[in-house]
């Protein structure tokens, strides 16, 4: 079964991540809330297209697809299987965001995120939800380092 949506991991090989916080939209059930660069599939779009179509579209980018890190499930929206992709950049380059649907984009090291109960906080940013299960695999598994010095 196909994907319904896909996002991307987006790390340096410094270990630096990228996230996006969505802008506010009463018609976005995640409105406002830190995520990964994706986004629905769109018509016959693989789950790989739809990842870098959104990466383009929402931060400016294409990365190096490197390694699909499985399916997630939105808590508010079980039924929708999301893709999640892990891609290398050669630096932390100053995203390009679409200003309809992103707020700012924001790169994170790992180690700097303070550890809360099913959350993790960077500053005043809470991570939570999916991208929090997606992050903590992708930390814990140490995933990452597989963009090291790529």
Same mark, same amino acid.
């Given at each position: 079964? !196909? ?13 630096? &991540? ?13 409105? @406002? ?31 190096? &697809?490197?390694?699909?890190? @499985? ?25 390009? &965001? ?24 960077? @500053? ?14 992708? &930390? !814990? ?7 090291? @010095?790529?």
């Amino acid at each position: 079964m !196909e994907c319904k949506a896909a996002v991307t991991v987006i790390v340096s090989k410094n270990g630096y &991540i990228l996230l996006i916080k969505r802008k506010q939209n009463p018609r976005d059930p995640w409105s @406002g809330h830190v995520a990964f660069p994706g986004g629905r599939r769109e018509n016959s779009e693989s789950c790989y297209e739809a990842a870098m179509r959104e990466c383009y579209e929402e931060v400016g980018i294409r990365p190096k &697809i490197v390694k699909e890190l @499985g399916t997630y499930f939105p808590n508010n929206a079980p039924d929708m299987k999301v893709k999640a992709f892990l891609g290398c950049v050669e630096r932390e380059f100053e995203p390009v &965001i679409q200003k309809d649907e992103v707020d700012k984009a924001i790169w994170i090291r790992p180690q700097d995120l303070e550890v809360n109960q099913e959350s993790f906080y960077y @500053g005043d940013l809470k991570i939570w939800g999916m991208t929090y299960r997606i992050l903590k695999d992708v &930390i !814990e598994k140490k995933l990452y380092q597989i963009c090291l @010095g790529h």
